[in-house]
Structures are given as C-alpha cells and as structure tokens.
Nanobody, 121 residues
C-alpha cells in the first residue's frame, strides 16, 4: 500500500542544520509534487517548500534562502536541507506527495506521520 515516511528530525542549536528525508512507496512518485510542510505548536500547518514533477521549486518567504528541497525519482524520495536554523523553525515537519486525478475532480494526496525538529537557544 501507499506509504510516506519522514526521517531526519532532531534537536539542533540555532545556526545549525538538519537534513530531512521523505521515503515514498506504493506509488509512482515521479508523477507527484513533493511538498514539505511544518506545524508549529499552536499554529496551523504551513507550506515550507514544493518541488513539482518537472523540477519547479517554490519556497515560503520565511525560508529566506536557508533551505533546499530536492527529489530523487529513482529512490522515490524527497529531501529538505535546512541550514542556519532559527528557534522559530521548531516544528513537526511533514512530507506530502500529491498529483491530480485526471478525469476526476479530486487529487491523490499522501501524508507522512511527521518528524520533529527542535531548535534550541
């Protein structure tokens, strides 16, 4: 069955780095947009970065050049490299794979369980 699993979260000091990984299985990931989202405690889930099936990339304004999203279609994976982390980046980070359901009025959308990133000091 379809599965999306995040990893790579942890505790890091401000100014440090984390590399998050998202492993997909059970679907043809090369046709999907990979998205990384985060949820700060007490706030709504928000988009961090997207990379489409064609390689087009978008970042949220708060990224400010610090993060890099990438994908590996052969490995069915997406990655989020986060550098120069700030305390306000502390959140649960989620991976999403999405594509249009052609001929229908809905989408295929798969979410992982999330990985915690905590930035101290």
């Amino acid at each position: 069955q379809v599965q999306v699993v995040e990893s790579g979260g942890g505790l890091v000091e401000s100014g440090g780095s984390l590399r998050l990984s998202c492993q997909g299985s059970g679907f043809t990931s090369k046709y999907y947009t990979w998205g990384w989202y985060r949820q700060i405690p007490g706030k709504e889930r928000e988009l961090v970065a997207l990379i489409t099936s064609g390689g087009s990339i978008n970042y949220a304004d708060f990224v400010e050049g610090r993060f890099t999203i990438s994908r590996d279609n052969d490995l069915h994976a997406s990655y989020l490299q986060m550098n120069n982390l700030k305390r306000e980046d502390t959140a649960v980070y989620y991976c999403n794979a999405r594509r249009a359901a052609y001929g229908r009025s809905d989408f295929y959308s798969y979410w992982g369980q999330g990985t915690q990133a905590a930035v101290s000091s």
